[in-house]
């Protein structure tokens, strides 16, 4: 390609995409009236376990932030107001919108201002379990960002059931109390930092599904025989997360919030950072249970969810080895 054809392609495309942005921009302000969702980012404290609170932000005051449920192609209005000292933003994962809307920076979505308030407005697709979060990026402040309690689930709802459940439950596991601990020699040798620096990662005090650590919060309750939908969230900052149900099967109907082609029943669920599994499980066994994680560690950070009913006994794979208190479920 010549130089002159070169410049040329480039203008258009700068043209084009600030086009674009001017006609997200409108689509974001074009809006009026009451908006149908108010989110609010705002320092809160929350108790996660028994004696132990933290200080963080989040969506309302609550972890996770409100449930948006939005129905799919049904135009939406969002007012999120960012009243914290540091610029922010909020993003709709998943979605496939304008840039202006979708809530990146990167991608061309305008940052909100301590105090200021931010209109988004969509036609929110595809069908399936979404979330928002902040894409304000942390650096080394790590009270700032996905570090936070920024996020909530968002489920867009489409004409197709994907299967047949009588409860569903939203869990998101996040981690809390962050810090700088020092990297491993085989990270370091492999830096490539010059001249060699001692380098750092981050390590946490706490876990937690929704704002509860193990032991703490209040149970899931199931009766014998329900199919349970649950949407389980990673929404930690950089923790990859196991976790299994003794006793019970997880079959799988979503991931990232896209039915899988074809359906699968595994024991134990494996979760990377941000992703989400839509899972059916049949509580057929009788006793008390609990849903966490397989690693020792990770449990005594708190990471594990209790469910249970009155009049029942504890089973003997009611406990995940390794940790006696947790969040079980209990079967009559």
Same mark, same amino acid.
């Given at each position: 390609?010549?130089?002159?054809?070169?410049?040329?392609?480039?203008?258009?495309?700068?043209?084009?995409?600030?086009?674009?942005?001017?006609?997200?921009?409108?689509?974001?302000?074009?809006?009026?009236? =009451?908006?149908?969702?108010?989110?609010? *980012? &705002?320092?809160?404290?929350?108790?996660?376990?028994? !004696?132990?609170?933290?200080?963080?932000?989040?969506?309302? !005051?609550?972890?996770?932030?409100?449930? #948006?449920?939005?129905?799919?192609?049904? $135009?939406?209005?969002?007012?999120?107001?960012?009243?914290?000292?540091? $610029?922010? %933003?909020?993003?709709?994962?998943?979605?496939?919108?304008?840039?202006?809307?979708?809530?990146?920076?990167?991608?061309?979505?305008?940052?909100?201002?301590p105090g200021r308030t931010q209109?988004?407005?969509?036609?929110?697709? $595809?069908?399936?379990?979404?979330?928002?979060?902040?894409?304000?990026?942390?650096?080394?402040?790590?009270?700032?960002?996905?570090? @936070?309690?920024?996020?909530?689930?968002?489920?867009?709802?489409? =004409?197709?059931?994907?299967?047949?459940?009588?409860?569903?439950?939203?869990?998101?596991?996040?981690?809390w109390e962050p810090g700088f601990?020092?990297?491993?020699?085989?990270? +370091?040798?492999?830096?490539?930092?010059?001249?060699?620096?001692?380098? @750092?990662?981050?390590?946490?005090?706490?876990?937690?599904?929704?704002?509860?650590?193990?032991?703490?919060?209040?149970?899931?309750?199931? =009766?014998?025989?329900?199919?349970?939908?649950?949407?389980?969230?990673?929404?930690?900052?950089?923790?990859?997360?196991?976790?299994?149900?003794?006793?019970?099967?997880?079959? %799988? *109907?979503?991931?990232?919030?896209?039915?899988?082609?074809?359906?699968?029943?595994? &024991?134990?669920?494996?979760?990377?950072?941000?992703?989400?599994?839509?899972?059916?499980?049949?509580?057929?066994? $009788?006793?008390?249970?609990?849903?966490?994680?397989? #690693? &020792?560690?990770? +449990?005594?950070?708190?990471?594990?969810? #209790? @469910?249970?009913?009155? !009049?029942?006994?504890? @089973?003997?794979?009611?406990? %995940?080895?390794?940790?006696?208190? !947790? %969040?079980?479920?209990?079967?009559?």
């Amino acid at each position: 390609m010549k130089r002159r054809d070169f410049l040329a392609s480039a203008a258009m495309a700068l043209a084009a995409r600030s086009m674009h942005g001017l006609t997200g921009e409108a689509a974001g302000a074009g809006a009026q009236g =009451k908006a149908d969702h108010l989110l609010r *980012i &705002e320092p809160c404290t929350l108790e996660i376990g028994h !004696g132990v609170t933290v200080k963080t932000v989040a969506f309302n !005051g609550q972890v996770p932030g409100p449930l #948006l449920r939005l129905r799919e192609g049904v $135009p939406v209005t969002i007012d999120v107001t960012n009243a914290t000292e540091n $610029p922010d %933003i909020t993003h709709w994962h998943g979605l496939a919108i304008d840039s202006y809307n979708d809530g990146a920076m990167e991608e061309g979505s305008p940052m909100i201002g301590p105090g200021r308030t931010q209109r988004y407005h969509f036609a929110p697709k $595809p069908a399936g379990t979404r979330w928002y979060h902040t894409h304000a990026g942390a650096f080394d402040n790590l009270a700032l960002g996905t570090y @936070s309690g920024q996020f909530g689930f968002l489920l867009i709802e489409g =004409k197709d059931q994907p299967a047949p459940y009588d409860m569903e439950v939203n869990l998101a596991i996040h981690h809390w109390e962050p810090g700088f601990v020092p990297m491993v020699e085989t990270m +370091r040798e492999m830096s490539a930092n010059v001249p060699q620096t001692t380098g @750092s990662d981050v390590g946490y005090k706490y876990a937690t599904i929704n704002s509860h650590m193990l032991g703490a919060g209040e149970p899931l309750r199931v =009766k014998h025989g329900q199919r349970v939908l649950m949407r389980l969230l990673n929404a930690s900052a950089t923790e990859n997360v196991v976790l299994a149900l003794p006793g019970h099967s997880f079959k %799988i *109907i979503a991931m990232d919030g896209n039915p899988v082609p074809t359906p699968k029943s595994v &024991e134990v669920l494996s979760l990377a950072v941000a992703e989400r599994v839509d899972a059916i499980v049949e509580m057929n066994q $009788p006793g008390v249970w609990v849903l966490g994680s397989t #690693l &020792e560690k990770s +449990r005594k950070m708190g990471l594990a969810s #209790l @469910s249970s009913m009155r !009049g029942t006994r504890a @089973s003997r794979y009611g406990r %995940i080895p390794g940790r006696r208190s !947790g %969040i079980t479920a209990s079967l009559r």
